[in-house]
């Protein structure tokens, strides 16, 4: 294990803790009822496991158990939310607001819609990657559905005004769509103070396991309804056919649960080990910061460096290090990430750029190695770029 790479993609997903694995195991072979199975007691203990983590979850963002639908992950329950309320509310409107920095997750359901007919207004975002306020309210129409705005950004980190958001939705009686992927379990969340009325979520971003996730679906004031994508079964009442994964579930409640009870401490940490990592990187000169410097996830540092190529930085971190210079869900795409063109970076700045994603495991040791090899590699590259 010492001789790979010191990780910290965190953005893209996180290891397993073993708190989360251990309380998992017992549901792969002792307690491997069907929840649905509802005349026996396998199926109750299951039926039970899966109720302790519509709790937990609900409860980590003020919402009710009976609101929580679960899915294979947040692209799914984006996907559900969006696709799901066009499909119910379109004789009252065909139009839908995002934004330029969503998750392709967001943006690709989006670009599906607008070939049926919909219109999609996609909002650009200021230099620090925050939406304005005043281009939401001017984008609104009395055809506007849903406003899809992601709480925490998966490439430079930013957190939205979401309260703001929120209020600005509920007084025209328009749905409110987050992804919050990147934020469950590392900000708080509260879907009644930020009048958010569907909410994404997963569980291998805070260390749970790969293949489950949730969709909060608001049931009073107003009742949200959506047209459900996956049919056969009737599982998640009508929402979201399928049986359900109960280990994952387990998984998923017990990760958030361990998040809630660190998330003050934790962020504390992790935001030292960004400063520290930050501090020596930006002494060289010509590193820039990604994304506004407070109003970010604590474990998020991004930057792009000038004067090198980005295909041969990349290159020359990957020995010490295992990090990312865009989403992992779009690293086949070799167009430049569009997050850092949206922020106004030209092609090569945004191709020579670097996302640290810190997370819970990660050591000061770890950090002051990367950051001096992240310099030694700069130095060398911009040494070569002056001798050519």
Known sequence: MSNRPIYLDCHATTPVDER??????????????????????YGWEAEAAVRQTR??????????????VFTSGATEANNLAIKGVAETYFSKGQHI??????????????????????????LPVQQDGLIDLTELEKALRPETILVSVMAANNEIGVLQPLEKI??????????FHTDA????????????????????????????????GALYVRRRNPRVQIAPQMHGGGHERGMRSGTLYTPQ???????????????????????????????????LGGVNLNGDPTQRLAGNLNISVEGVDGAALS?????????????????????PSHVLTAL???????????????????????????????????????KQTTLV
């Not at 251990?22 to 199975?37: K, R």
């Not at 979850?57 to 003020?62: E, H, K, R, T, Y």
């Not at 962020?267 to 501090?279: F, I, K």
Request: hydrophobic share 45%; charged share 20%; aromatic share 6%.
């Open 344 to 382: 106004g970076h030209s092609p090569q700045l945004a191709y020579a750029s670097v996302r640290f994603g810190i997370g819970r495991f990660n050591t000061p040791e770890e950090i002051d190695k990367v950051a001096q090899q992240a310099i030694s590699t700069i130095e060398s590259l911009r």
């Open 97 to 122: 607001i995002t934004v330029a920095t969503e998750h392709s997750a967001v943006l690709d359901p989006c670009k599906y819609l607008k070939t049926l007919g919909f219109e999609i207004t996609i």
């Open 249 to 283: 579930i387990v998984g998923f409640g017990k990760a958030v649960e361990i998040a809630l009870v660190e998330q003050a401490k934790e962020n504390q940490r992790l935001m030292e080990l960004r400063q520290r990592l930050w501090l020596q990187l930006s002494s």
């Open 55 to 68: 709790e937990i979850l609900a409860a980590a963002i003020n919402a009710t158990p009976e609101e929580i």
């Open 166 to 175: 929120g209020e600005i939705c509920r007084d025209r009686q328009i749905l």
């Open 181 to 212: 992927a990147q934020a469950i379990g590392k900000i708080p969340l509260d879907v009644q103070g930020m009048n958010i009325d569907l909410l994404s979520m997963t569980a291998h971003k805070i260390y749970g396991p790969k293949g489950i």
């Open 20 to 41: 989360v694995l251990a309380a998992m195991i017992p549901y792969f072979t002792e307690n491997f009822g069907n929840p649905a199975s509802n005349n026996h007691v």
């Open 315 to 335: 290159l020359g971190l990957q020995p010490v290090m295992a990090v990312s210079s865009g989403s992992a869900c779009t690293s086949a795409n070799t167009s």
